[in-house]
């Protein structure tokens, strides 16, 4: 779902440099589609740190290998596609002599099925216990905990411009990745779930602590599907955990909602989402040659001192 049109079109016009968009097409209809970096001899397929897979769609009957090896051969000294961050979810990962597959990350989902009081039951204790503690604490200091879900179009630029300032006190400030007022970042958060908000399509859903903004997460949903696309939460808090109580009530109207089926984090398996889920993925890279002779190339152009293929 995160992967329709809009979203990948607004992180292409982040881009550093021009995009081309390949269409292949059988029978006059299309077949697949890819945004492309095109690099002499090794063209990319487009991918973002904002977007959660590579800038690559194709009908499930068709074969990767053989539409890669299509491309190549329209494209001035084709030698190899690289494709970053294939889901095997809709794409299996080729098993051919000309392709070479990497793995990219292991990626936690959730199936959401049955009650929540039988989900949350078969989480661990420490979980359960730790949650409860964190509330009782909060409630012996005075301090109110309250949860909040925006989704009008209306609340996206606030919602962004609260996360940005949240998330630029904390770790990621200091590696430069935060989202902030003056990141290019700001503008495509704020600018694509105003759109999908605009179909009721994008969740913020926020933690307070009082009045205190403690914890937030940008959400999409469609079909079934909750993407939890960022999330950051007032590190000055530990050891409690805001995310956590967050995110709680957040899957307890998942389930009771009826509407979602499945939640996908897209981020690296982490310690703490094994908390929430025992479900998880390996999202793949993919090097499709254009032929034995074109990857023997490459390989010698990898060895060659000075080049890097």
Not at 18 to 33: D, K, N, S, T, W
Not at 263 to 274: A, D, I, N, R
Request: charged share 20%; hydrophobic share 45%; net charge positive.
């Amino acid at each position: 779902m995160v992967q329709r049109a809009e979203f990948v079109f607004a992180a292409a016009a982040m881009a550093a440099q021009p995009l081309r968009l390949a269409v292949f097409r059988r029978a006059g209809e299309p077949r697949a589609m890819a945004l492309l970096r095109l690099r002499p001899g090794l063209p990319e397929v487009f991918v973002e740190s904002q977007m959660p897979l590579g800038a690559w769609l194709q009908s499930p009957q068709e074969s990767l290998t053989e539409l890669a090896r299509a491309l190549l051969a329209r494209l001035p000294f084709g030698l190899r596609l690289g494709i970053s961050q294939v889901d095997p979810r809709f794409v299996a990962p080729p098993v051919s002599p000309l392709v070479s597959t990497l793995p990219y990350i292991r990626t936690p989902w959730l199936a959401v099925s049955g009650s929540y009081a039988d989900y949350w039951a078969a989480r661990g204790k420490n979980l359960r216990a730790n949650l409860r503690k964190q509330r009782e604490k909060l409630a012996a200091q005075g301090i109110a905990l309250r949860t909040e879900v925006l989704r009008e179009p209306a609340d996206m630029a606030r919602a962004v411009a609260d996360y940005a300032a949240l998330e630029s006190r904390g770790w990621k400030a200091g590696e430069g990745t935060a989202v902030s007022p003056d990141h290019p970042q700001f503008g495509f958060y704020r600018g694509m779930l105003e759109r999908f908000a605009a179909r009721g399509l994008a969740q913020v859903h926020r933690c307070f602590f009082g009045d205190r903004l403690v914890a937030s997460e940008l959400c999409l949903l469609e079909r079934g599907e909750f993407v939890i696309l960022k999330t950051t939460y007032d590190e000055s808090t530990a050891p409690l955990s805001p995310a956590s109580l967050l995110r709680q009530p957040m899957f307890e109207a998942l389930f009771d909602g009826g509407a979602v089926s499945r939640v996908e984090f897209y981020g690296p398996l982490k310690e703490w989402h094994t908390r929430w889920s025992s479900e998880s993925r390996d999202i793949y890279h993919a090097n499709v040659h254009a032929g034995p002779l074109a990857r023997r190339l490459v390989s010698a152009l990898r060895r060659a001192p000075g080049l890097a293929a």
